[in-house]
């Protein structure tokens, strides 16, 4: 034990440290006295002399105790006094427990450290399965404790758990067949293999066994824990690093710690490294020589080490030339960093513990680590398992049966997906090109209707999609006038045809609206056709409804509406702005009474909208009250509304036209609110215009009946006075053959007997009466002549002046 913690090889570390506290200026008013004692190890002699130090030279703080039992007894004793107590070799993990000695501090890592920067590693690999192998020299029992730390760890851990498939505890001597014994097993139960021995040549004799039976390959891993600094880490595989005699097997034992990684923990204090524990994967590497500048300074600080023992205050030379003293022992550094971490604690300058880090030593990372293995991280279990007899089956020969019919489908599947994709594309293309045909018009399809005949011929009618009607007055006028509209017949449809005197080169945007335009269908929206070109430009045809605009109705005088009618057409006008509003165009943007058009079932229609390439290059002169509301006068400009005073309009619409003429946008009510409104204008009416029409025909209709009675009762007195005076002047045969259409024949009769009568001296006597008198002289005579005529069966011939003519047939 002298050569790792004896006093001739680790003393001296504590003059180092006081060196170095005095260059950093820590303790400048400090004073040290040292007193020296030698439990060997033994934990009487530990117990006795720590009372010793506490009673006797009333120490402030024991250094040393490098041996884990007998450090217990000093650290329990330490602790009843209050006295601070720093290790440098104890590592059991029964020293963490701050409840039975928080004044007990060590600068070597704990064996808890070093179990955890062991899980760490095999974590950061995925390493779940492992063999392990400890020694246990029934001292230190370093490796043992190890061993029960780890599996401690791991059975508390939260997370994955690692399995121990295999763990084998050498007693004392470590022969080459309990390590045969060994390697054999954990060959069928294991690729990670943990070693802990506590001699560095046990460790190369197992490495070399390892070789000798081929467990040296990609596949396995040896982790070698170190707690103490060492130079010759990375060479250990030299004999001579290992303290033996050379065997000439040091190629050998080179290619077998190439599977092998060291992992070193070491506190770093009193190197340049600022005061971290660090712990490091050190891997032998067949074609490195690795040369450390950590090494470098490691190997001279303990080389200093003798010296500085033969120097006061130690003042040994006889104890200190005994060949193994000639170096410091592995140990020495810690034995520096308990003294400086102590003077760092009277200072009160160390902040923090030392954090537990994890890192690669240089010159390897993650991964170039395993560069010799192709870059691969070797697996806890081998593919083909431990025997090697359990290789998986590849996919295809497990399940090739299912996995050629599936694929051979699943190729189908793409294929008719790729091909529906075509057809997708191919059939978009071929709609759009369908639908740009439906609103392109060919000249030749608009046949143009003779403006005179339409004038002169008031029979002329044109068929309509549904019904015949004759051509509107309304569109002979504008025909007449050279209107901005011609009418032509486009399939045997009448249409309105706008000529706009723009050629403009259509984008698909535009080809995208004239489409949308071609599929709108609303009973307020008026069909558009499509566009057509002449030489002149472009023409937009639209349906012709065969009442004109709602300009033209509101132009004539004859035409008298109600109310009811008034809101039914501004009711179907908002109807087919909100549903431009919804639709592509968003806007009409040239609404006015002119495009407002009017059907048979007196409906509104908005035409004249979209088009806005073509609106673009148009220029409308502005009229008055346009420009006067472009111009933005103060106040604006808006036309006075005045309703008389016996007016049926509801105030209600007034209202809301004046808000929609707020000058502010965000004042005008929505469509929405217009909808609302209008709700609540046309409550308890009729909801169009053709129920208000039978309405009022049902209002009408008992009326319409009395007068139509009163009128058959006054046609059939005037038809009987005609009749009698027919009579009077015809046969009543004759009369009744003519009043049912039948032709009078001429007729023969062999007796016919004529008489002619006449007033003697009519005329005298007229002068020389009063007409009076004349008057009743007639009555009396016609009358007595009437008796006798038709007492007789006579036909009387209607007078002539004064006389009267008189005739018999015998019809027998």
Partial sequence: MRPVFGYETTAAAVTIAIRRINEEHLLDNIDWDFVWLFPQCSEALTSGMTVNLIRDYDVDVIMGLPCAKSALNAGSLATFSSIPTLSFGSTWSDFSDKSRFPTFARSVPSVAQTARSVLKLLDFFNWDQIAVLYTDDQERRKCYNLNNEIQDQNAVNSGKSLKFNYINGIVKNVTDDALTDFLEKASTLARIIFACFDSDT??????????????????????????????????????????????????????????????????????????????????????????????????????????????????????????????????????????????????????????????????????????????QVPLDVPICGFSGKSCPVSFMEQNGAIVIPVSVVFVLLVLLLVAAVVYNIYGRILRKRLENSLWQIENDELVQIDAAQSINSSEQSVKTTSTTHSIPSVFRKKVAKNSRYNFCYRRRELVAVRKHKTHVQFTPEDEAEFRAMRSMTHDNVNQFHGLSRDLTGNMSVWKALPRGSLRDILEKDSMSLDWFFKFSLIRDIFEGMEYLHHSILRVHGRLTSKSCLVNDRWQVRLSDYGLSTIRNYEKLPARDVVYRVLKGERPPFRPLINLPANTDVNPTIVNLIRDCWSENPEDRPSMKMIRTVFKGMKQGKSASLMDHVLSLMEKYAGSLEQEVADRTKALLEEQKKSDILLYRMLPRQVADKLKAGQPIPPESFEQVTIMFSDIVSFTKLASESTPLQVVNMLNELCTIFDGIIDEHDVYKVYPFTFRFLASNFDFN
């Fill in 202 to 375: 046990d460790k190369r004799r197992f490495m070399l066994h390892a070789y000798d039976n081929n467990m040296i390959g990609n596949e396995y891993v040896y982790i070698f824990p170190e707690h103490a600094p060492k130079s010759n880490s990375a060479t250990m595989w030299k004999s001579s690093s290992s303290g033996n005699t050379s065997d000439g097997r040091d190629e050998d034992a080179k290619k077998a710690f190439q599977a092998a990684i060291i992992l070193s923990c070491l506190l770093l204090l009193y190197l340049k490294y600022g005061g971290t524990t660090s712990c490091f994967y050190d891997v032998v590497h067949s074609d490195v020589e690795w040369d450390l500048t950590s090494a470098k300074d490691l190997d001279a600080f303990r080389t200093e080490i003798p010296k500085l023992m033969r120097l006061p205050p130690f003042n040994c030379t006889t104890d200190c030339d005994w060949p193994d003293a000639q170096y410091g022992s592995v140990n020495s550094p810690y034995m520096h960093d308990a003294m400086y971490m102590y003077a760092r604690a009277l200072n009160k300058t160390l902040s923090e513990d030392p954090t537990q880090m994890l890192e690669f030593n240089e010159p390897y990372t993650s991964a170039s680590i395993w560069s010799t293995r192709g870059g």
